[in-house]
């Protein structure tokens, strides 16, 4: 029998099947050089805010899930744990520690379940006195100002891979200085922890948050979403149109995703994951993925559309069509060919024609036409011509291979 295989083929299966045991044996090093591409991973804020659910049990089996879900091997590399993971005050010497009821192991055991799983691991903090949530008597947890070296210290002695650093109490102090103030702490630390600003595009941090000496990998460019679909269209309105700050390692952070949570339609999670993608945006799983639908599983494991998050060369896509509530964003691909998104934001389905000019194609050619959500491949002239129904986005990969 295993004669009757053509051996190119047996080759190739072998080779398939030894690249499907790396994936899933090769740990991610711990500490590790942080990304270029969009930050991919888990933040628990929009599935738990403070809620007692969100402790240590639940993010370890969150860890879990990253693995039999098969998130990891889609690129999903972070888990991070938000506001409300602190206890009330510093200890004795000032330091942070963690909330002994919501993590009785502490910070540190955490972090190394997750590193053991080939992820990496992400805590969060505020730019002022105290973080956000000011759940008891109006104290909030502490927060970072003034205790960068101490904080940065700290989070390198836990082997944290990641500090998302909020604006709350900031006490009016420039944002440009508070932010550095963390940035070089953390670059001081002796750990390479990836530095996520969220800074709600307050001081307009598109202009300076990329460069040194803060030098984030993103920066939240809007308020908070919320798990609708007025919330994600203008976020999403907000956000496309900073394409041009957005660089290799400097991502423009719309906020996480809210698909899974219930309060949109298939359709409209499958616009909000494909819109972010094309944005190049942080994807950040924002639901319990111990229970998540087999639907909103299937839209953040899109390949096709992930790709165009993570495509090497790293270009935020652009909108060169926003009329009559259709939107076209385009995004040049590493390859030569480019993404498409199609989006109708109206609540009445619509007949839309783009054309291969509009695209920027060569008129009189043959293109691969890639549907990315039907996975269908078809022949065209570049142009596209849809029936899109009311918030639903269509997406596509163009080229000429
Ligand atoms: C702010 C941030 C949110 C979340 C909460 C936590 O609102 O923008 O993403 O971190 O604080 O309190």
């Not at 051996?7 to 942080?34: E, H, K, Y």
């Not at 790709?307 to 964003?329: E, K, Y």
Request: hydrophobic share 40%; proline share 4%; with cysteine.
């Amino acid at each position: 029998m295993k004669d009757s295989i053509p051996s190119l083929l047996r080759a190739a299966v072998s080779f398939v099947f030894a690249a499907a045991i790396a994936a899933t044996v090769t740990p991610v090093r711990a500490g590790a050089a942080t990304p270029a591409l969009p930050q991919m991973g888990f933040n628990n804020w929009n599935s738990t805010h403070c809620r007692d659910e969100f402790d240590e049990a639940m993010i370890r089996g969150i860890a879990d899930k990253f693995i039999s879900l098969g998130l990891r091997d889609a690129g999903y590399r972070y888990v991070n744990i938000d506001d409300c993971w602190a206890n009330w005050q510093r200890d004795k010497d000032g330091h942070l520690q963690p909330n002994p009821k919501r993590f009785p192991g502490g910070i540190k055991a955490l972090a190394e379940y997750i590193h053991q799983h080939g992820l990496r691991f992400g805590l969060y903090s505020s730019a002022g006195v105290s973080t956000c949530e000011p759940l008891k008597e109006n104290r909030g947890f502490p927060g970072g100002l003034g205790h960068e070296k101490d904080d940065a210290a700290t989070f390198a002695s836990w082997d944290v891979d990641y500090l998302k650093y909020d604006n709350c109490n900031n006490q009016k102090v420039d944002a440009h200085k508070r932010y550095t103030a963390m940035a070089e702490a953390l670059r001081n630390s002796g750990r390479t922890i990836f530095f996520s600003m969220c800074e709600w595009g307050e001081n307009k941090p598109w202009l300076w948050a990329g460069k040194p000496p803060v030098d984030a990998g993103s920066w939240r460019t809007t308020g908070d979403i919320s798990d609708n679909y007025a919330s994600m269209l203008k976020i999403f309105k907000e956000n496309v149109v900073l394409d041009s700050y957005a660089s290799l390692g400097h991502w423009n952070d719309p906020d996480m995703l809210e698909v899974g949570n219930g309060g949109m339609n298939d359709l409209e999670y499958r616009s909000h994951f494909g819109l972010w993608s094309i944005m190049a945006a942080p994807l950040l799983i924002g639901t319990d993925l111990r229970t998540i639908k087999p639907d909103a599983l299937q839209i953040l494991l899109n390949k096709e559309v992930i790709a165009v998050d993570q495509d090497p060369l790293g270009v935020q896509g652009h909108q060169i069509r926003d009329t009559g509530g259709i939107h076209v964003i385009v995004k040049p691909l590493k390859d030569g060919s480019r993404a498409v998104a199609v989006f109708n934001e109206t609540d009445a389905a619509h007949d839309v024609t783009v054309t291969a000019s509009e695209l920027g194609l060569k008129a009189g050619q043959s293109y691969n036409v890639r549907d990315l959500w039907a996975h269908a491949q078809s022949k065209g002239d570049g142009s596209i011509k849809i029936e899109l129904a009311a918030h639903a986005t269509a997406m596509y990969r163009i080229g000429r291979r």
